[in-house]
């Protein structure tokens, strides 16, 4: 019986869900070099091919956020977060919505990052920064402080190691 609602419930669009998936942007790869209009536009293909897979999405995010279209790499890593509730979409649509100075936003995306996995230290660091151009400097540093020194723990370890 719970594998069944699992299945059910697993392959649920958003639509189904009741959110609404944004469009794909229009992205003009002929302004970009041969090699990056190939990769371009490969992601783009694989996404309109496959609208509905998160990491088609995702690839397509990552590739157009490394050529800083943070726009369009925004709307792609929503597209993916709304598709599968994974830590790496969760995580990068946080860190684009940062770079995008929507400081509000990324840190209401990087607590969900935080709430899937809470070891994964770059969520904090992310979001302290995001706290701190808000203006929460308090909550900034109580971010850092402990994750400070838990990375510092974790070098000082390493440092000890008789295989270093």
């Not at 943070?70 to 509730?85: D, P, T, W």
């Not at 790496?88 to 990052?113: C, K, N, P, S």
Request: glycine share 4%; aromatic share 8%; charged share 25%.
């Amino acid at each position: 019986m719970v594998l069944i609602l699992f299945l059910t419930l697993s392959l649920l669009t958003p639509q189904s869900r009741g959110t609404t998936l944004p469009a794909v942007p229009e992205i003009v790869a002929s302004s970009y070099g041969e090699e990056t209009r190939s990769q371009i536009t490969k992601a783009l293909d694989a996404v309109r091919q496959r609208p509905l897979d998160a990491s088609t999405n995702g690839r397509l995010a990552m590739i157009l956020h490394s050529y800083e279209e943070y726009e369009s790499a925004e709307v792609c890593y929503r597209r993916a977060r709304q598709l599968a509730r994974e830590l790496r979409w969760v995580y990068l649509h946080g860190l684009i919505q940062a770079q995008l100075g929507r400081h509000t936003d990324a840190v209401a995306t990087l607590r969900e990052a935080e709430r899937i996995d809470p070891s994964w230290w770059l969520t904090r660091l992310r979001m302290a920064e995001s706290l701190y151009s808000l203006g929460q400097f308090a909550e900034s540093r109580s971010l850092l402080v402990p994750l400070i020194r838990e990375r510092s723990e974790e070098h000082t370890s390493e440092l000890q190691s008789p295989y270093v």
